[in-house]
């Protein structure tokens, strides 16, 4: 742990991301903000029995934190459900999070399962921010289509320029435009789109550890640098 163990953070908006999660927006003063130093750097939420590991899903100029949350476990209940302006006592460990690509990366392949979309969502949107968003793919991984979290700012960001491939495991592919919809898992995607000779210098993954550990066990078949956010 850092500087901001034991620092407080302020709940200060939550907005509807769909597919059951909800964006929950914090201010955290000047000193522990800094302390966040790579894109998708863990948030622990500490608890009055537990602690909770959360993502940090914005991108690391924000003025505000953001975090993609599901209602699961006591912590996160407390997260989507104490009223606005409450507190969160929290940590800022230095682990986890992703290195920021250079200008002259080349083409970058973001990978997310789920909800570890929050992981890269920072990054993405750093990205697009520096007019970058045409150097990126990303492969999200969910059961349906209608699974899709923060559905319009990946519309945006199609829009932008960036490619989102939607990798459905429960139903068959289909058409959900401007979507590239495929019925693979996240990793069978990625393979099949460097097999038709699609390439990358990069892939940033979040998602379950047997997952990251596929992908950098793959690094070398792929011919790219491989980012796991664990």
Known sequence: ???ADGARVRIVAREDAGAGLTLVHLEAPDHVRNSYARH????VVKGETEDAFFALASPQSATRWALLVRDAGTVAHEVLSAPLGAELLVAVPSFAGFPYPAATDGPLWLVAVGSALGAIRGLYLALAAEARASQVTLFLGVREIAQVPLRAELEALVAQGAK??????????????????IAAMVQEAVTSHHARG?????LFVAGPPGMMDDFRGRAADLDLVVHANA
Not at 40 to 43: A, P
Not at 164 to 172: F, G, Q, R, Y
Not at 198 to 202: C, D, F, I, N, V
């Open 164 to 181: 989102v491939v939607v990798c459905v495991s429960h139903e068959p592919a289909s058409t959900s435009a401007p979507f590239e919809v």
């Open 198 to 202: 699609e390439r990358a210098t990069m």
């Open 1 to 3: 742990m850092n500087a």
């Open 40 to 43: 998708g750097q863990v948030l």
